[in-house]
Every structure is written in C-alpha cells, then in structure tokens.
C-alpha cells in the first residue's frame, strides 16, 4: 500500500487518494454516528424477552416477538415472487434482447420509472389491487406481493448488468460448443452474474425490510401473531415509525426494534453472500 | 400465444393461485361468522381509521378479545378520512376518526370514546409564559415574527404549523378564527411526536399538539413546556372538566346502526371497563 | 445480445420454451407500472374534470381545503432536493466503489462494503428520526429554522449513496482483470487507470446505479417529510423549508377528502410524468454517451 503510494506521488495522483480516501472517512462516519446513536439508546433494551414476546400497552412495553414472525413472512413472499420475476425479466432484457428492440426498451424504462414511484404510492395501489380488487384483504401476502412490485426495478437492473458483464467470448464459446442457450444460461451465465443478482438482493431486501409507507395500508397494523398469510401482520419498519412518531414514551422500543432490523438485515446480507460464494459459484465447475 | 403464457404462470405459481382461491373461499365463511356473532360473540372486526386513535382502539381490542376469545379485533391505522371512507363503503365494520363528525358525514352513526385536547407549545428554555389569543393569531400569520414584541428574547420566530386536512389544525384554526390560507408557516408538520421533536431541537419555535403527548414528554424530561389558552391550564385534567376551549372528541363510526359484535365492541369502547386504557394512552376519557 | 441461432429442434423447443416463459415475466414486470398509472389516474379523474390539468400549475397556492391547487413550489422542492442528493451521492458512491477495489487493503475493503449493505437497509424512519433529532437542530444553529433543503438533500445522499456504490462496486468487480493489467504494463498511474480504462469499461453498471440512485431519491417519502419542514414554496436559499410532492401525499392523505383526495393523487400523476421525463432524458444521454 505504502509503497505504491510513494510509487504515483506525482500530483493528480495524491489528489485522487485524498478525495478517495475522505469520501470514505465521511461515510463510515457518518454511518457510525448514525448506528452510534440506535445502538446507544438501543442496547440495554434488547433481551430475549424483547425478542420474543407480543407487545404490550401500544408497544410501550412488551417485545416484538409476533412483529419478527410478520416481517419474516412478509419479506419471504416477497422474495419469493420477486426473485422469480426478477430474474427471468433480467435474463430476458440481458440476453434475449438487444438494446435497441421496442420490447426490451419500453420494458427497462418502464422498470426506470417504477423504481422512482414513491412509497406511498405503492401503499395505495397495493391497497386498491391486491387488498380490494383481488380481495386479499390487509395480509402479509398483500404486503408481500406490494414490497414485491417495489424491489423489482433494482432487482432486475442490477441482475441485468450482472449478466451484460460476462464477456461475450463466453457466450461465443458455448455457442461453438453446440450448447443450448438453456444450457449456456443455466451452467454459464447465471453463475457469472451473480455478484450482480446479490446486489439486487441486498438492495432489494434493504428497501423492503426498511418500508413503511407501502405496507402500512396493505400488510396493516395488527400486532397480534399472524395465524396464516392471510392474517394482518405488523411489519418491524411500521412497528418502529409508529413507536416513533404516533405513540408518546415510545422511542425507547423503536430504538431497540431499529437495532433489531438492523443486525437481522445483517445476517440476511451475510447469508446472501455466503449462499452465493458456496452455492452457485460452485456451478460454474461442475458442467 | 397468451393462453400459452398463462399456463406457464398457472405452473409456475400454482402456490399463489391456490392461496387466492382460499382466500375466494375465506371470505364468505367470515361472513357467516360475522351474522352468527349476534347470538355467541365470534367473528372478527375490522376497525380502520385515524392514526390517532389506533393505538387506543387496538389496546381496547386486545381487552376484548381476552373478554371473548373468539373473536377477533383487527385494527388498521390510516387516518380519519380513510375511517369514513372504509366505513361508508363496507370495507371495515368501524371506522376510526379522530376529530368531531362532519354536516355530510350524517350518513354515518358516530359514538364518541374519548376526547384530547389541543394546546401551543414552546421551548423550556423560551422566557415567554404565556401568550394572548391575539398574539398567537399574529404570530401565525406572520405580523410578529419575533420573540422581542412578545416579551421573549431577540430572535426570530420559528411558526410550526400542521398539515391542512389534520383535525388538530381544525380545532386550532377554528378556535383562533383563522383560514388555513392565513396562516404563514416556517415548518408544516404531520403527527404529534413530530411537532414535539421539532420544537424540542429548536429554542424559538412554537407549536401545537396533543395535549396528552406534550403532557407525557414535557414530565419525562423533552425540552417543552405546555402554554395555556384564555388563561387556562394546558392539561389533561382541564380537558376532562370541560373547562381548556381546545379539544377534539374521538370518535368510532358505523354505516348503519350497529349489531351484533359491532354493538357489543361499542359499548364496550364506551364503558368504564377502558377508561384506564384511555388514560394509558394519554386521552381524556368522557365522563368519570 | 446475440440472435438465437441453436441447431437441433429439441434444443430450440427448449430455447423457445424458455424464452416464452422469461417474456411472460418480463411483460408482468412491464405492466405494474402501467396498473399504477391507471390506477393514479383513475383517483385523480374526478377533481381534473372539473379542475382541469392547468390549474395545478397556475392557482396562486397549495391550499385544498380552499380549493386552490397549485402544485408547482413543490415540483421545485422534489427536484432541487433530488438534484443536490445525486450531486451529492454520485461522487461518493463511485468513489467508495472505488476505494474498495484499488485503494483499500483487503481487510479493510470487506468491513466497509458491509458497511454500505447495513446503510441500504436502514428504515427511512430511522435516518428521518435521527435527521429530525441530530441533523435538524444543527443546521437551526447556523441558520433557522433547521429543517430545510439542505437537511432533506443530506438525508437523501446517505439513503441513496449505498444503492450507488454498490451497483457501482459490482461493476467494478466485472471490469476483466486485463484491462487493469494492460493498463498498468503500459505504465499508467492508478489513477489514470481508473479514469482511463476502468470508468469507461464500467460506465453502462455506474449509470444504472445513478439511475437508480435517483429513481429512489425522486420516491422517498418519509425521512423527507420530517426533515425537510413541508411548507409550501419555491426555495430561495438551502437553508428555506421546502415539500415535495411525496412529502404532500404522505403529510395529507390521511385526512383528505374528495376533491382534495382527487388532487393528490393528481400530485402522484405529476411525479410520474416527472420520473418519466427524467428516464427519457437519461434515455437520450446514455444512448449517444454511454452504451452508443
């Protein structure tokens, strides 16, 4: 490290690593004062009780035990459909059209502009089609399928460019080869793009797991534990906006549920990446 | 072409298809228990409305719920208007709305549970103590816009006011006489513990909120303090004799008269059984 | 990329098979947007047939309950808050991107990148709590009232920055290790290869990020209304408040009735015809800059 900066100290150089090196310094403290402030109110909360039992007097007191099994459910049908579509739409744009095809055009701008429609927006329309029109009612598979129309745009755009980065000379190869392009995507490409579906995943999960607006009008507000998908299930991110902004006394539990997301966000992240570092990766060996 | 796109989703999510059908057939069974309530109290109740309201409507609910363990009170929070709303349309059997009942809004029947008061509020630290009616209504609408020409220090005021639609601006605006249009804010905000958090990190601001939320943080410590209005006492209390000029009733709300699980769930939201409940979430209950 | 060109008919029934079921998916993903937009304008007929579409630019101000529409101030608001933030984010996204794969030591490189993953998935609430309680108060020191533009584009830049570095640090990872290779046989400083050859070879990934970057920015409801102190007017300096669009809908929809509900979900109509503009307009740029 040393040595290589001592090796380009000409000027531009030396600017270069400076911006480089105070971009990150401003982040990381930034972060750190923002986590430094949740875990410092947060810690001396966060018990096993807390984690596990329902809570109580508007969340005041009591745990978020019934509030964890709803997020879980809620972020499970939302991968589970968005993962899916995802990645089909992904491999679709990347490999099955070119950039200049209507259809592959009007698809990804339509996906441009879905990413930036607001939150509440989605509150809404999930409320009005998945509770009302397909008449699933405030449940943790509306809010599932509603987080799902949310995360699609960053998981299929970053899938997408995953895909675009594996060289072409792969795609040639297996083409000389006589594979079929099943083949090829299935042994070949889906294992090279992984880095960029894991973004997606942790983009797309991040958002989910941190909404609030979209899923107070379809998951809903009931606290108690969900019985089945059909049940209304309280969402951590809404338990924490509630506790926070509508219920007097509650900031202490909406630090502690926020530490809760948070350190549960990381195990997800870390799973993630672990599953696709041992797992797929893998593949790429075994054809 | 299609019919062959559809098949392949039907496959693909026959889970999700499956669970739809249950849910096509889940709604006319919670129908049936709905009528069946009137004899056994079981069912289940939908209750949707002001943000306001919720969390008190969902600690009733759990006490009900304990009283008939059948049943089951599911409460959805969103705000007043989406209370009417969901109540007129048939989509929930209570609506929430947190505010006295509109001229056309007659349509619907509208049982009071609890009321909350409405008062300014101020930095702890701001020297001022009290303020006339005539020079709130001057600080908000911008002909004092410092603290000097009310006695308090030399700084400039910072007006906070709440978004046009919330019943809290309502009663403010119609006790002070003021059109929403009059009013010359500096920051418009939305719930209560937001209007207290604001004035809390900022010295010369003044505010309004809930009197039960300022009352709660001003005793634990939240840098506020709570001013009176026409010489009376900001406080809870007050608000229960009657005697504080700024309050709201909370209401519940039903298309038609009620029946059933819906009557019992009103009178008991009602009842002196959860007046300890209202007072845990900082509301005044109607009568003692 | 490449037109299908299998040979033996098992293998193109497999092919077709697979690409029939992949537009199928596509063409869901496609139509959400459309179901929203109809969905937007079917609330919002009812206050636009007797309204009209030009009162919403030309009323003298906000003030539904009074029947007047007027949606412009905060169109400015949602575009210079969006605006600064991506200003703000890109460069440090980029540059964050790039500091874990040439700047940083491996074992610091690692931890960091965590770092921006936690920072994706952080609740708006809670960078709005912690903005309305930390960063507003602040700002009310140097200058009242505190919650203004520039808390809301401070906020914005960290909830956007980690979608930014990481797309860009999986375009990064992507670029072939050659051309870093090449670049540095031929003697280029690192610098320069980065400038030179990396950001082109990953310019089409860095570009997404941006976009969404700003996709999110543009959508962000909650930590902006609490931050960003949602009064009504065109800013003049960074320190006034100002409200978004999304900010409206979220601060009104709970009480509004009628007409004044009809109007903001006009309000909704004019942020998607905005991000709308906004893709085309990347749309044009990126087919004569980045992927031409």
Same mark, same amino acid.
């Given at each position: 490290?040393?040595?290589?900066?001592?090796?380009?100290?000409?000027?531009?150089?030396?600017?270069?690593?400076?911006?480089?090196?105070?971009?990150?310094?401003?982040?990381?403290?930034?972060?750190?004062?923002?986590?430094?402030?949740?875990?410092?109110?947060?810690?001396?909360?966060?018990?096993?009780?807390?984690?596990?039992?329902?809570?109580?007097?508007?969340?005041?007191?009591?745990?978020?035990?019934?509030?964890?099994?709803?997020?879980?459910?809620?972020?499970?049908?939302?991968?589970?459909?968005?993962?899916?579509?995802?990645?089909?739409?992904?491999?679709?744009?990347? %490999?099955?059209?070119?950039?200049?095809?209507?259809?592959?055009? #009007?698809?990804?701008?339509? #996906?441009?502009?879905?990413?930036?429609?607001?939150?509440?927006?989605?509150?809404?329309?999930?409320?009005?089609?998945?509770?009302?029109?397909?008449?699933?009612?405030?449940?943790?598979?509306?809010?599932?399928?509603?987080?799902?129309?949310?995360?699609?745009?960053?998981?299929?755009?970053?899938?997408? %460019?995953?895909?675009?980065?594996?060289?072409?000379?792969?795609?040639?190869?297996?083409?000389?080869?006589?594979?079929?392009?099943?083949?090829?995507?299935?042994?070949?490409?889906?294992?090279?793009?992984?880095?960029?579906?894991?973004?997606?995943?942790?983009?797309?999960?991040?958002?989910?797991?941190?909404?609030?607006?979209?899923?107070?009008?379809?998951?809903?507000?009931?606290?108690?534990?969900? %019985?089945?998908?059909?049940?209304?299930?309280?969402?951590?991110?809404?338990?924490?906006?509630?506790?926070?902004?509508?219920?007097?006394?509650?900031?202490?539990?909406?630090?502690?549920?926020?530490?809760?997301?948070?350190?549960?966000?990381?195990?997800?992240?870390?799973?993630?990446?672990?599953?696709?570092?041992?797992? #797929?990766?893998?593949?790429?060996?075994?054809? | 072409?299609?019919?062959?796109?559809?098949?392949?989703?039907?496959?693909?999510?026959?889970?999700?298809?499956?669970?739809?059908?249950?849910?096509?057939?889940?709604?006319?069974?919670?129908?049936?228990?709905?009528?069946?309530?009137?004899?056994?109290?079981?069912?289940?109740?939908?209750?949707?409305?002001?943000?306001?309201?919720?969390?008190?409507?969902?600690?009733?609910?759990?006490?009900?719920?304990?009283?008939?363990?059948?049943?089951?009170?599911?409460?959805?929070?969103?705000?007043?208007?989406?209370?009417?709303?969901?109540?007129?349309?048939?989509?929930?059997?209570?609506?929430?709305?947190?505010?006295?009942?509109?001229?056309?809004?007659?349509?619907?029947?509208?049982?009071?549970?609890?009321?909350?008061?409405?008062?300014?509020?101020?930095?702890?630290?701001?020297?001022?103590?009290?303020?006339?009616?005539?020079?709130?209504?001057?600080?908000?609408?911008?002909?004092?816009?410092?603290?000097?020409?009310?006695?308090?220090?030399?700084?400039?005021?910072?007006?906070?006011?709440?978004?046009?639609?919330?019943?809290?601006?309502?009663?403010?605006?119609?006790?002070?006489?003021?059109?929403?249009?009059?009013?010359?804010?500096?920051?418009?905000?939305?719930?209560?513990?937001?209007?207290?958090?604001?004035?809390?990190?900022?010295?010369?601001?003044?505010?309004?909120?809930?009197?039960?939320? *300022?009352?709660?943080?001003?005793?634990?410590?939240?840098?506020?303090?709570?001013?009176?209005?026409?010489?009376?006492?900001?406080?809870?209390?007050?608000?229960?004799?009657?005697?504080?000029?700024?309050?709201?009733?909370?209401?519940?709300?039903?298309?038609?008269?009620? *029946?059933?699980?819906?009557?019992?769930?009103?009178?008991?939201?009602?009842?002196?059984?959860?007046?300890?409940?209202?007072?845990?979430?900082?509301?005044?209950?109607?009568?003692? | 990329?490449?037109?299908?060109?299998?040979?033996?008919?098992?293998?193109?029934?497999?092919?077709?098979?697979?690409?029939?079921?992949?537009?199928?998916?596509?063409?869901?993903?496609?139509?959400?947007?459309?179901?929203?937009?109809?969905?937007?304008?079917?609330?919002?007929?009812?206050?636009?047939?007797?309204?009209?579409?030009?009162?919403?630019?030309?009323?003298?101000?906000?003030?539904?309950?009074?029947?007047?529409?007027? &949606?412009?101030?905060? !169109?400015?608001?949602?575009?210079?808050?969006?605006?600064?933030?991506?200003?703000?984010?890109?460069? +440090?996204?980029?540059?964050?991107?790039?500091?874990?794969?040439?700047?940083?030591?491996?074992?610091?490189?690692?931890?960091?990148?965590?770092?921006?993953? &936690?920072?994706?998935?952080?609740?708006?609430?809670?960078?709005?709590?912690?903005?309305?309680?930390? +960063?507003?108060?602040?700002?009310?020191?140097?200058?009242?009232?505190?919650?203004?533009?520039?808390?809301?584009?401070?906020? &914005?830049?960290?909830?956007?920055?980690?979608?930014?570095?990481?797309?860009?640090?999986?375009? !990064?990872?992507?670029?072939?290790?050659?051309?870093?290779?090449?670049?540095?046989?031929?003697?280029?400083?690192?610098?320069?290869?980065?400038?030179?050859?990396?950001?082109?070879?990953?310019?089409?990934?860095?570009?997404? $990020?941006?976009? +969404?970057?700003? $996709?999110?920015?543009?959508?962000?409801?909650?930590?902006?209304?609490?931050?960003?102190?949602?009064?009504?007017?065109?800013?003049?300096?960074?320190?006034?408040?100002?409200?978004?669009?999304?900010?409206?809908?979220?601060?009104?929809?709970?009480?509004? &009735? $009628?007409?004044?509900?009809?109007? +903001?979900?006009?309000?909704?109509?004019?942020?998607?015809?905005?991000?709308?503009?906004?893709?085309?307009?990347?749309?044009?740029?990126?087919?004569?800059?980045?992927?031409?």
């Amino acid at each position: 490290m040393v040595k290589m900066m001592e090796r380009n100290l000409d000027g531009r150089e030396l600017l270069a690593s400076t911006l480089v090196w105070s971009a990150v310094a401003l982040v990381t403290a930034t972060f750190c004062w923002l986590l430094g402030d949740i875990i410092w109110h947060a810690l001396s909360h966060i018990t096993w009780t807390f984690l596990t039992t329902p809570p109580r007097n508007a969340g005041r007191e009591g745990g978020i035990g019934s509030i964890l099994i709803s997020t879980t459910l809620i972020l499970g049908v939302c991968l589970g459909v968005s993962v899916p579509i995802g990645l089909g739409t992904a491999v679709l744009l990347a %490999e099955f059209t070119t950039d200049d095809s209507l259809f592959g055009r #009007l698809t990804r701008r339509s #996906l441009d502009v879905l990413s930036g429609v607001p939150s509440i927006v989605f509150g809404l329309f999930g409320n009005a089609f998945f509770c009302k029109t397909l008449g699933l009612g405030f449940s943790i598979l509306s809010g599932g399928l509603t987080l799902a129309c949310m995360v699609l745009p960053i998981l299929i755009r970053s899938t997408e %460019e995953g895909f675009r980065a594996v060289p072409t000379g792969y795609r040639l190869s297996a083409a000389a080869l006589g594979l079929s392009r099943t083949t090829t995507l299935v042994h070949l490409l889906l294992p090279a793009a992984v880095p960029g579906l894991l973004v997606g995943l942790v983009l797309g999960m991040g958002r989910a797991i941190a909404e609030t607006a979209a899923l107070i009008f379809t998951s809903g507000y009931v606290d108690r534990m969900p %019985e089945s998908l059909l049940d209304s299930g309280r969402a951590l991110s809404i338990h924490i906006f509630d506790l926070s902004m509508n219920v007097p006394g509650g900031d202490a539990n909406a630090y502690a549920s926020a530490l809760v997301l948070v350190v549960l966000l990381l195990a997800i992240n870390g799973t993630a990446s672990w599953l696709a570092e041992h797992w #797929l990766r893998r593949r790429i060996v075994t054809i | 072409m299609s019919t062959c796109r559809a098949l392949f989703m039907l496959k693909k999510y026959a889970p999700l298809v499956a669970l739809s059908m249950a849910v096509l057939m889940y709604i006319p069974a919670s129908v049936e228990a709905q009528s069946a309530a009137a004899d056994q109290l079981t069912g289940k109740l939908v209750i949707t409305g002001a943000s306001t309201l919720a969390p008190l409507i969902a600690e009733i609910g759990k006490r009900f719920e304990s009283l008939y363990p059948t049943v089951r009170i599911d409460v959805q929070s969103g705000g007043s208007s989406r209370g009417v709303a969901d109540a007129r349309q048939g989509l929930s059997d209570i609506g929430m709305v947190s505010r006295a009942m509109k001229e056309d809004e007659r349509d619907l029947s509208a049982f009071p549970v609890a009321r909350d008061g409405v008062c300014p509020i101020l930095h702890r630290e701001n020297p001022v103590q009290a303020l006339t009616d005539e020079q709130i209504v001057a600080i908000y609408t911008g002909k004092i816009t410092n603290w000097k020409a009310v006695g308090g220090v030399d700084a400039p005021i910072t007006v906070v006011n709440k978004a046009d639609g919330r019943s809290t601006l309502e009663v403010f605006l119609q006790h002070f006489k003021l059109k929403s249009s009059d009013i010359k804010a500096q920051v418009v905000i939305g719930d209560n513990e937001q209007g207290v958090k604001t004035v809390a990190g900022n010295r010369n601001a003044i505010g309004y909120v809930s009197i039960g939320t *300022a009352e709660y943080d001003a005793v634990r410590g939240v840098p506020i303090k709570l001013l009176p209005v026409g010489g009376v006492a900001a406080s809870t209390e007050n608000v229960q004799k009657g005697v504080f000029p700024l309050s709201r009733p909370l209401h519940i709300v039903t298309r038609t008269s009620p *029946a059933g699980l819906a009557k019992a769930f009103i009178e008991f939201a009602q009842s002196k059984a959860v007046y300890d409940l209202i007072r845990q979430q900082y509301f005044v209950p109607l009568a003692d | 990329m490449i037109s299908l060109g299998s040979n033996t008919s098992s293998r193109w029934q497999t092919d077709q098979l697979l690409l029939w079921l992949l537009r199928g998916v596509a063409v869901i993903a496609g139509t959400i947007v459309l179901l929203i937009v109809t969905f937007l304008a079917m609330e919002a007929f009812p206050v636009l047939r007797h309204v009209g579409i030009t009162r919403f630019f030309t009323d003298p101000s906000w003030h539904p309950a009074e029947g007047l529409y007027n &949606l412009t101030p905060m !169109l400015w608001g949602t575009l210079f808050a969006t605006v600064g933030s991506v200003l703000i984010a890109t460069p +440090l996204g980029i540059l964050s991107a790039v500091f874990c794969h040439y700047y940083a030591p491996p074992a610091i490189a690692r931890p960091y990148r965590r770092l921006i993953e &936690l920072l994706a998935g952080i609740p708006s609430v809670v960078y709005g709590f912690w903005g309305l309680v930390v +960063l507003v108060p602040l700002i009310g020191a140097i200058r009242p009232p505190g919650p203004s533009l520039l808390a809301g584009i401070v906020i &914005l830049t960290i909830m956007i920055l980690p979608t930014i570095a990481l797309m860009a640090n999986a375009s !990064l990872t992507n670029v072939p290790q050659q051309y870093v290779r090449g670049a540095a046989a031929l003697g280029l400083s690192r610098w320069a290869t980065i400038r030179g050859v990396v950001f082109p070879a990953a310019k089409s990934g860095l570009f997404t $990020g941006v976009i +969404l970057g700003t $996709g999110r920015a543009i959508g962000e409801t909650m930590a902006i209304l609490m931050v960003c102190g949602n009064v009504v007017q065109t800013p003049d300096s960074l320190f006034s408040p100002i409200r978004t669009l999304t900010a409206n809908i979220a601060l009104e929809m709970a009480y509004a &009735l $009628g007409d004044h509900r009809a109007a +903001l979900f006009v309000s909704g109509l004019v942020l998607m015809a905005m991000i709308a503009a906004l893709v085309a307009a990347a749309d044009w740029i990126s087919h004569g800059r980045v992927h031409g």
